[in-house]
């Protein structure tokens, strides 16, 4: 397994501007940081659910169907290709009813739910990057935990230098997503390697 590939592309998802992280900056804007934080312990825990659902059925889905995890690989590289091209081509145009979100625990947990980049990312990673390498449920459940923290740590980014990071992001976007969308190929390509 290619652990830097694995972690690059989970701080990459993570961190890279989409709906929850969006929700968690503007949350931080007009309510402040306690109301971001706490939408932020809401996605988080959505986001290791649903890393743990899918570890579960992609487990019983290779205990089953044993050439399914090269169809897994297959999507999930896809999905990483697709992935850098909306990186690239983001613009600076954010959805307006995301900013409408109320900043609840409840309306992060929820949103992860609604959030076809969470989604998935949580459908895909386990099967690409852990599933190929370890099958044990003891590395297994280490990576849908490394994957959280990793995702949490995105969050928390998110919420304490959100006037910082948005304002870099929107003096330096153009690079910013190209660089990330090279970082995104690089990491689908050493899937194969």
């Known amino acids: 397994m290619n652990i830097a590939s694995f972690i690059l592309y989970c701080f990459i998802v993570t961190f890279t501007p989409g709906p929850t992280n969006i929700v968690i900056l503007s949350?931080?804007?007009?309510k402040g940081t306690k109301?971001?934080?706490?939408?932020?312990?809401?996605?988080?825990?959505?986001?290791?659910?649903?890393?743990?659902?899918s570890a579960v059925?992609?487990?019983?889905?290779?205990?089953?169907?044993?050439k399914i995890l090269i169809l897994m690989q297959i999507i999930g590289s896809i999905y990483m290709l697709f992935l850098a091209y909306q990186v690239y081509k983001t613009n600076k145009d954010k959805p307006k009813s995301m900013e409408k979100q109320t900043?609840?625990?409840?309306?992060?947990?929820?949103?992860?739910?609604?959030?076809?980049?969470?989604?998935?990312?949580?459908?895909?990673?386990?099967p690409t990057?852990?599933?190929?390498?370890?099958?044990?449920?003891?590395?297994?459940?280490?990576s849908?935990?490394?994957?959280?923290?990793?995702?949490?740590?995105a969050f928390i980014t998110w919420v304490l230098f959100g006037a910082l990071f948005k304002s870099f992001l929107q003096q330096h976007?153009?690079?910013?997503?190209?660089?990330?969308?090279?970082?995104?190929?690089?990491?689908?390509?050493?899937?194969?390697?």
């Not at 849908?144 to 740590?153: A, H, Q, S």
């Not at 690079?175 to 190929?185: D, H, K, S």
Request: charged share 5%.
């Open 27 to 30: 949350t931080v804007h007009k």
């Open 35 to 53: 109301k971001a934080l706490e939408y932020t312990y809401g996605a988080t825990i959505a986001f290791g659910f649903l890393l743990s659902v």
């Open 57 to 66: 059925l992609n487990s019983i889905l290779v205990a089953f169907i044993p």
């Open 103 to 126: 900043g609840t625990f409840l309306s992060g947990f929820l949103m992860q739910f609604l959030n076809t980049k969470v989604l998935l990312f949580t459908l895909t990673v386990i």
């Open 129 to 142: 990057f852990i599933m190929p390498y370890h099958v044990s449920l003891s590395k297994i459940i280490l």
């Open 144 to 153: 849908v935990i490394t994957i959280t923290v990793i995702g949490f740590l």
């Open 173 to 193: 976007e153009k690079m910013v997503n190209v660089l990330m969308a090279l970082f995104l190929v690089y990491s689908t390509f050493m899937i194969w390697m």
